[in-house]
């Protein structure tokens, strides 16, 4: 059973960072991908970056482009999502989500993806 667990949100000024970790269980990471993706009250979810194991290919959405870097760990199993110079626009509640056999080059769609955490949620103070 997939499971994921996220962490690391928190309540930061704007300007700061924060890093939000993803650790992952009960699957193979190298037939995976690990999207992030950010629910701000009374908007839809939508997908901010993405990671595939495989070849480590990478995307982020136009918004957090040169702001956030995902990375991995895969020893640890975690995925990681940097967020620098962070705006009170990030204030969202984060989540990271697993699918097998996707690709990351155009972005994580959130209806593709069958396995989620349950969520960290993100403060930006201006």
């Known amino acids: 059973e997939v499971q994921l667990v996220e962490s690391g949100g928190g309540l930061v000024q704007a300007g700061g960072s924060l890093r939000l970790s993803c650790a992952a269980s009960g699957f193979t990471f190298d037939d995976y991908a690990i999207g992030w993706f950010r629910q701000a009250p009374g908007k839809e979810r939508e997908g901010v970056s993405c990671?595939?194991?495989?070849?480590?290919?990478?995307f982020y959405a136009d918004s957090v482009k040169g702001r956030f870097t995902i990375s991995s760990d895969n020893a640890k199993k975690t995925v990681y999502l940097q967020m620098n110079r962070l705006k009170p626009e990030d204030t969202a509640v984060y989540y990271c989500?697993?699918?097998?056999?996707?690709?990351?080059?155009?972005?994580?769609?959130?209806?593709?993806?069958?396995?989620w955490g349950r969520g960290t949620q993100v403060t930006v103070s201006s």
């Open positions: 990671i595939n194991f495989s070849d480590g290919r990478t």
């Open positions: 989500a697993a699918e097998q056999h996707y690709y990351c080059t155009y972005g994580p769609a959130k209806n593709d993806f069958r396995s």
